[in-house]
């Protein structure tokens, strides 16, 4: 996943007396795609100044997910499996899959399913599909709570990708990736971001490290 940020307010001047904002300039870039000879699997301009709110709302819902970790750890794999994965196929990008990335809008769609009973595909290195339903994961007394934190979170989300580019395999992601449970997490490649050193806060890396031992 791609992310261009910046001061949106703020203007440049390109090519004489023409005004061209970063959020134009970025946006363009990304309506760009669908003619452009190689294409990116996704792109999003996002608005940086909206990303305290996006973090905040992070925070919430991985303390209640750390919470749900001893009662419905099946449950909480199954909605981070059911994620797609940056970038998406493997072993060929296997990158991605170390790193764990996945989007935040597909994330909180499956933990709502998730915690309303309903279904959810998910799969084996990305290939193998199999639907399953958790029923007493929406018997869980965090479950109201959890629906409420995952739909404050996309709506966050939302609000901080200004335009995004979404690729074949790709129409159902918001546009902004998020670190998520996977079982490489202690063998992250030394050449990659560590995950340490992220900008995740304290609860959500909690909920992640936590959960990572159980893949």
């Keep these: 996943a791609g992310a261009m940020g910046g001061r949106i307010g703020a203007a440049v001047r390109l090519q004489g007396d023409r005004p061209v904002t970063p959020s134009g300039w970025a946006t363009s870039v990304v309506r760009l795609q669908g003619n452009a000879e190689y294409q990116p699997e996704t792109l999003a301009v996002v608005d940086t100044e909206q990303l305290p709110p996006v973090l905040k709302a992070l925070d ?14 099946a ?27 996945g989007d935040i809008g597909q994330f909180c769609r499956n933990l709502q399913s998730v915690y309303r009973g309903r279904e959810v595909t998910t799969t ?21 709570a959890i629906l409420d934190a995952a739909i404050q979170l996309r709506e966050m989300a939302d609000l901080a990708v200004v335009e995004k580019y979404r690729g074949p395999g790709y129409e159902d992601t918001s546009g902004l990736t998020v670190q998520l449970p996977t079982s490489w997490l202690g063998k992250i490649d030394k050449k990659l971001p560590a995950y340490e050193d992220s900008a995740a806060p304290p609860q959500w890396k909690s909920f992640v490290t936590e959960m990572s031992r159980k893949l």
């Design 60 to 73: 919430q819902l991985g303390a209640l997910l750390r919470q749900e970790l001893k009662e419905n750890p």
């Design 124 to 144: 084996m290195l990305g290939h193998f599909e199999r639907q399953e339903s958790f029923p007493e994961a929406a018997r869980s007394p965090r479950a109201k």
């Design 75 to 101: 449950a909480l794999k199954a909605a981070v499996e059911a994620t797609t994965m940056f970038p998406k196929e493997f072993p060929f990008r296997s990158d991605g899959r170390k790193l764990g990335l």
